[in-house]
């Protein structure tokens, strides 16, 4: 079954660096494109970035862009997520997600989601 | 960017009733639209996809309809675990992907 496992969450200082990982087990990695979705405290979803399914390709929320990178390690079945520069207003739970299939193509909504990594920026 | 704005805020209803979630898009998004269910402490379960299709072990008392800017989730019998909230998200125009701010479906 498919199954998405995060990692990396924490506690970090406004301005100081995080990355997160997500391993994938269930599924052939290399084939899916990959998201990035977060949800601050009490709030909504917000999509965050995306990646491509052999990585060539990234495409980012204004709130995040230049300041975060998305990757993928296919070799390794993980997706990552390159927190910088960071604000409190960071401060969510990031779910990394796998994108659906409509009739065997790739379609962006989010049909496997992993359990979520909490994220907190303070001082 | 592609606001998604859904009501109500919050839904208030009975076991056994039946829910009519609405989310109304600020341009045409044809039929690209997925409802999602979280429940605290969860992540979202996709529940339809394409505004129609209900996504795999959904059960059929979940539907969704419309297309171009306005789209309903209809639960048919409302069941103790169906209390959760409910979030519409757009594809058609990204990025961004955007979700609508979510309706809180709560035990009357």
């Known amino acids: 079954q498919v199954q998405l496992v995060e990692s990396g969450g924490g506690v970090v200082q406004p301005g100081r660096s995080l990355r997160l990982s997500c391993a994938a087990s269930g599924f052939t990695f290399s084939n899916w494109p990959m998201h990035w979705v977060r949800q601050a405290p009490g709030k909504g979803l917000e999509?965050?970035?995306?990646?491509?399914?052999?990585?060539?390709?990234?495409h980012y929320a204004d709130s995040v862009k230049g300041r975060f990178t998305i990757s993928r390690d296919i070799s390794k079945r993980t997706l990552y997520l390159q927190l910088n520069s960071l604000r409190a207003e960071d401060t969510a739970v990031y779910y990394c997600a796998r994108s659906g299939l409509v009739r065997g193509v790739n379609a962006y909504h989010f049909d496997y989601w992993g359990q979520g990594a909490l994220v907190t920026v303070s001082s | 960017e592609i606001v998604l704005t859904q009501s109500p805020a919050t839904l208030s209803l009975s076991p056994g009733e039946r829910a009519t979630l609405s989310c109304r898009a600020s341009?045409?998004?044809?039929?690209?639209l997925a409802w999602y269910q979280q429940k605290p402490g969860q992540a979202p379960r996709l529940l339809i996809y394409?505004?129609?299709n209900r996504a795999t072990g959904i059960p059929a008392r979940f539907s969704g309809s419309g297309s171009g800017t306005d789209f309903t989730l209809t639960i048919s019998s409302l069941e103790p675990g169906d209390f959760a909230v409910y979030y519409c998200q757009q594809r058609s125009h990204w990025p961004p992907i955007t979700f609508g701010q979510g309706t809180r479906l709560e035990i009357k």
């Open positions: 341009q045409s998004i044809s039929s690209y």
């Open positions: 999509w965050v970035a995306v990646i491509s399914s052999d990585g060539s390709t990234e």
């Open positions: 394409d505004a129609s």
